[in-house]
């Protein structure tokens, strides 16, 4: 017989009088030290602690809460089909290598994605990955010849490191987005794409201008699990006239 002590009298397991209710900002993970870190890294931690996406895309076995903006774009407009050769330009930690690799069909004994990041990144199967500039002279023929031939799709969710200094940043982002579309113009078959991360306000309308002589149809794009309040957003350019 168990000696384990029985609950009172008329007490139900899992129930509680005058239980209050719980809300989400109950809920949400607060930090109670800075351990040394800056504001900025502060707030940017206490944001993946309690972003939805970041647990979700853990719980899906995805590199980063990244994958589901281009899972978005992709749901609506159709970009990857099977067979397709694609290249993620700045691809750490691998989220939109993932979601290419499996919507095209990608395997490891036919690779046919390859990424490009100055850091090393974990292996991802079905995709080639490129420990480099993308912007050393030799890597649009090392790209070719990985892939076997042009790109039917060029992705970029690259962003420059920051300096805290609004005008200079911004400078950074904009030339990282204009080396991105000179690859991209080296690089992809007649028909291709480019999906590129931009950021609102400033000066983008020379990246637009050129990438609308280059495409025939040129969007702007705001995934709806890109942050509350994030002013990033993407340049979708179809149709590459080659």
């Keep these: 017989m168990s000696d384990a002590k029985k609950p009172p009298s008329g007490h139900t397991p899992g129930k509680q009088k005058g239980k209050a209710k719980v809300s989400a900002r109950d809920l949400a993970v607060r930090l109670k030290t800075a351990n040394k870190r800056t504001t900025s890294q502060q707030?940017?931690?206490?944001?993946?602690?309690?972003?939805?996406?970041?647990?979700?895309?853990?719980?899906?076995?995805?590199?980063?809460?990244?994958?589901?903006?281009?899972?978005?774009?992709?749901?609506?407009?159709?970009?990857?089909?099977?067979?397709?050769?694609?290249?993620?330009?700045?691809?750490?930690?691998?989220?939109?290598?993932?979601?290419?690799?499996?919507?095209?069909?990608?395997?490891?004994?036919?690779?046919?994605?390859?990424?490009?990041?100055?850091?090393?990144?974990?292996?991802?199967?079905?995709?080639?990955?490129?420990?480099?500039?993308?912007m050393a002279p030799e890597a649009d023929d090392i790209l070719k010849a990985e892939l076997g031939g042009l790109a039917d799709g060029v992705l970029s969710d690259m962003a420059a490191n920051t300096t805290g200094h609004k005008k200079t940043d911004h400078l950074r982002i904009i030339g990282l987005a204009e080396a991105a579309v000179a690859f991209a113009r080296d690089v992809l078959a007649p028909g291709g794409f480019f999906c590129c991360k931009l950021f609102q306000g400033g000066d983008t309308g020379a990246i637009i201008t050129e990438l609308k002589r280059d495409f025939a149809v040129v969007r702007h794009v705001k995934p709806a699990s890109s942050r509350a309040g994030s002013s990033e957003l993407y340049v979708l350019a179809t149709g590459f006239r080659g």
Aim: proline share 7%.
């Design 43 to 134: 707030k940017w931690l206490e944001r993946q602690l309690n972003d939805p996406y970041v647990a979700r895309a853990k719980a899906e076995g995805w590199r980063s809460r990244a994958a589901f903006k281009f899972k978005e774009i992709d749901d609506k407009y159709k970009l990857l089909k099977k067979g397709q050769r694609i290249v993620d330009l700045g691809c750490a930690p691998g989220g939109w290598c993932q979601v290419a690799a499996e919507r095209i069909g990608s395997t490891e004994a036919d690779p046919r994605v390859v990424g490009i990041d100055l850091l090393p990144v974990d292996p991802i199967p079905g995709v080639k990955l490129l420990e480099m500039d993308f």
